[in-house]
């Protein structure tokens, strides 16, 4: 495809098809994106529909095989273009110094007519599939042009008196195919610099595993490892597969997966992610996910989806293009009548036409917005933002306020038993066996805290009966013939359980910060206390940096949490949160509705908030639906991460502020580029249309603006995180 017209072209043939219910083809990419329902032969129906719309359809092999070729490649039709055109362009050249010469018609006819019908072959056919299609493209006007500007000339030496010597225009065709062409290699080019995420991502999958067997090691392809292997892991070997590290102790670099500079100490039992890289030691792991299931092919597929798609904002760029190809030679064709009619020499009436063609390409205005979203997700991707589609990218950059679940997000999500408060008749012992046993089963936070503490203590706990856990409040088991209760203080108020002498301790504890749970069990007399439990947490490294660096931004910070109110405001303000900007004792069904709510208007005449949520569990994911954007952490769950338009690959806030930077950098980008498109052409068509412009140095401009275009969206390799210094406490 060459232009934004072959792209909506290539659509609108996969679109007609049978049981297609959507196509998206990305120019910048060269890919189609297709969603349709179980056919038979589909896939021969899609290549078959591309094939009759003029192109060529191809493999993800066959373009990720042309990813790794030489940096010159394909630039042989442009070296010959540049050699049978220099010489015609040197009279140009000699005129303007003072020196009038010209080569002889019949050398001109010789130079200029292999690159006319031999070099432009490809614009010949690429127009006459266009034409076929009932469409027009950039090809179609490059073919008219430089043919009008070859058969003049043809015309103009055929028709001459036998001693004149007529100005030929052989070199402004041939000067404009060899423009075109090379402007088309460049953008190849840069283009391929745009896709380097995809590829360093592709490269750090090994070939070869270590397979540990009965008979010792075996290295095997890392396409036949199946989930259970074991496999050896040498230092400073990538690892294969997403595994469990069962003996050894290391560092792992996974700089290129999440952005992390430092390398992540593991010891056995941690888990392992494929392609992160082993540092110092021997390790055996246990492949535990393999092939498309894996961390790194997942990131690979969302980067991939992410630069295939379609930008809202592409939508209007698509419609202009649509009509552009046709108006520009509605307006070639006044061009020529205009000077003609004003009595101009009928071929200075053609050579201002032939300008305007050429000029008037759409190839910027195709390359404008998927340009620069394959380098802002690729940078992104680099440093550990993954943003699972343009829409996400393109709204992220007008968030004004953000909301953090609290637990495992602004927290280091790991709160330990900080105190045991027994009830009056109560051992501390007995009452931290009795929760252990209930919480044996639960992978909550405060759970894993209480099983932890059991352990240090050395209890041993039995495994309870009937277990059933209500979001939000607690959980409720048979141990015996007792039933016992860990609850919230919400709905320990709700069964009305009496605190007693342990009021005055709780209140202090939750003013100081402290997470407080209820041991109560269930008899005939109701629900009687038997301990109250508190449990503190840490804000994470860099969180309180992350909301001032928001702040910074002008952007409102909201804290969404299910604790007690003294608690989460005790966070809050650690982290630099304003009281009233806490939203405490919030069940996890209730944060998307408290999320619609943050977007309503806060003052009268003022506008619909756009809202971003950042959270990191399962019970995030209503609310990162609800949010206008969703920033899920990618140590978090996976149903938070498929939920979220952008997951960070590691938990640290400050990717928040980086995510919106990169959107912001990114959408300027889409900005800028679409600016100089149509600006290019609203200045470039009315200086050729007014012979301001020859056809040669329409060409060269033409091709420039396509060239700068991919550039420009270069530009954002360059964008690194901001890093805010860490506030002081006051």
Known sequence: MTCASCAGRVENALKKLPGVQDASVNLATESARVRYAPVPQAEALLRRAIRDAGYEPRTPEQVAAGDDVSRWAGFGPVGLGLLLSGPLLLPMLAQALGWLWMLPAWWQFVLATPVQFVLGARFY???????????????????????????????????????????????????????????????VRAKRQTT???????????????????????????????????????????????????????????????????????????????????????????????????????????????????????????????????????????????????????????IHAVAVLVIACPCALGLATPAAIMAGTGVAARHGILIKDAQALEIAHKVDLVAFDKT???????????????????????????????????????????LSAAQEQGLA?????????????????????????????????????????????????QKGGATLSV???????????????????????????????????????????????????????????????????VLPGDKAARITALKQPSGAGGGQHVVAMVGDGINDAPALAAA????????????????????????????VAAALSISERTVAKIRQNLFWAFAYNAAGIPLAALGYLNPVLAGAAMALSSVSVVANALLLQRWRPPVPAEPRLT
Do not use: C
Request: no cysteine; charged share 20%; proline share 6%.
């Open 461 to 509: 706990w039995e495994a309870p009966l009937g277990s059933r856990a209500i979001p939000g409040r607690g959980t409720e088991a048979q141990l015996g013939p007792r039933s016992y209760l860990i609850a919230s203080l919400g709905w320990a108020q709700e069964l009305r359980v009496d605190l007693g002498g342990l009021q005055a301790r709780a209140s202090a504890l």
């Open 125 to 187: 056919r690429a127009g006459w599939n266009a034409l076929r299609a009932r469409g027009a493209n950039m090809d179609l006007l490059v073919a008219i042009g430089t043919s009008a500007g070859w058969g003049l000339s043809v015309w103009l030496w055929v028709s001459a008196p036998a001693q004149a010597t007529p100005h030929l225009y052989f070199e402004g065709s041939a000067a404009v195919i060899t423009m075109v062409l090379l402007g088309k290699w460049l953008e």
């Open 628 to 655: 206008d954007i969703g920033l899920a952490m990618g140590n978090g769950s996976d149903v938070a991460m498929h939920t979220a338009g952008i997951t960070l690959m590691r938990g640290d806030p400050m990717l």
């Open 196 to 350: 380097v995420a995809i590829r360093a991502l592709q490269r750090l999958r090994p070939d070869i595993a270590h397979l540990l067997g009965v008979d010792g090691e075996a290295d095997v392809p890392v396409a036949e490892l199946l989930p259970g292997d074991r496999l050896v892991v040498r230092p400073g070997e990538r690892l294969p597969a997403d595994g469990l590290l069962l003996e050894g102790t290391s560092q792992v670099d996974e700089a290129m997966l999440t952005g992390e500079p430092l390398p992540v100490d593991k010891a056995p039992g941690a888990s392992l992610t494929g392609g992160s890289v082993n540092g110092g030691a021997r390790i055996v792991m246990q492949v535990r996910a393999v092939g498309a299931e894996t961390v790194l092919s997942r990131i690979i597929r969302l980067v991939e989806d992410a630069q295939a798609a379609k930008a809202p904002i592409q939508r209007l760029v698509d419609k202009v293009s649509a009509v552009f190809v046709p108006v520009v030679l509605v307006l070639a064709l006044a061009t020529a009548l205009g000077w003609w009619v004003s009595g101009h020499p009928f071929e200075l009436a053609l």
């Open 408 to 450: 495992g997000t602004l927290t280091t999500g790991r709160p330990r038993l900080i105190e045991i408060l027994p009830a009056e008749g109560q051992e501390q012992a007995s009452v931290l066996r009795i929760a252990a046993s209930l919480q044996s089963g639960s992978e909550h936070p405060l759970a894993r805290a209480v």
């Open 519 to 585: 041991l109560a069990e269930r008899n005939q007399e109701g629900v009687s206390l038997r301990a109250l439990l508190a449990f503190g947490d840490e804000p994470k490294p860099g969180a309180r940096a992350a909301i001032a660096a928001l702040h910074a931004r002008g952007i409102r910070t909201v804290m969404v949490s299910g604790d007690n109110q003294g608690a989460a405001q005790a966070m809050a303000q650690r982290l630099g949160i304003g009281p009233d900007s806490v939203m405490a004792e």
